[in-house]
């Protein structure tokens, strides 16, 4: 079964760039997306199909994919990008055809 | 605004069940497949269940086949999941989402309704 590899925690001081990876055997075939979730809050789509983003996420918020590592690249990051961030892909050769990364914590120092 | 309001947890005991809703507003619901997501305190998000726009397509992952049943009302904006057979890991927040144009991923998501089972 496919399986979504995060680290569990990255930081970064504020204003620098912080990237998030999401490894997966030839990830680079799908489409990954990102969520952000802040504690008590429901996650929220800030990167689709790679690259894309919603209307309301900030430019700051990119995404890239190659080989078997997908990346979430925050620029200039704010105390307010901290949060849990998890990459996310459909499979249907797993049973969770919705799969989701473990997740990875980001602090802003 | 797309709102989307879970309802319907609670404490249950092992075993016991639940009736979990969705009611979905801010965009026409019955163009859009929706989904149950869950996460454990302090986990990770874990899909659990699909419906299509007309329900003719169901989906389950194993660790809620046969225990879990997603259901939707277009005419009324609104998703259910009926929780049976209520285990201890089956606590955590559920979350109805809404997915995207391309199916792939989730656009929206409510705010979740918390599910504690403990005796």
């Known amino acids: 079964s496919y399986v979504l590899t995060q680290p569990p925690s990255v930081s970064v001081a504020p204003g620098q760039t912080a990237r998030i990876t999401c490894g997966g055997n030839k990830i680079r075939s799908k489409n990954v997306h990102w969520y952000q979730q802040k504690p008590g809050q429901a996650p929220v789509l800030v990167v689709y199909n790679d690259s894309d983003r919603p209307s309301a996420i900030p430019e700051r918020f990119s995404g890239s994919n190659s080989g078997d590592t997908a990346t979430l690249t925050i620029s200039r990051v704010e105390a307010g990008d901290e949060a849990d961030y998890f990459c996310q892909v459909w499979d249907s050769t797993t049973d969770h055809l919705w799969l989701f990364g473990g997740g990875t914590k980001l602090t802003v120092l | ?119």
């Open chain 2, 1 to 119: 605004e797309v709102q989307l309001v879970e309802s319907g947890g609670g404490l249950v005991q092992p075993g016991g069940s639940l009736r979990l809703s969705c009611v979905a507003s801010g965009f026409s619901f019955s163009n859009y497949a929706m989904n149950w997501v869950r996460q454990a305190p302090g986990k990770g998000l874990e899909w659990i269940s699909h419906i299509s726009t007309s329900s003719s397509t169901i989906y389950y992952a194993d660790s809620v086949k046969g225990r879990f049943t997603i259901s939707r009302d277009n005419a009324k904006n609104s998703l259910t999941l009926q929780v049976n057979s209520l285990r201890a890991d089956d606590t955590g927040v559920y979350y109805c989402a809404r997915e995207g144009p391309r199916a792939e991923y989730f656009q929206d998501w409510g705010q979740g309704t918390l599910v504690t089972v403990s005796s």
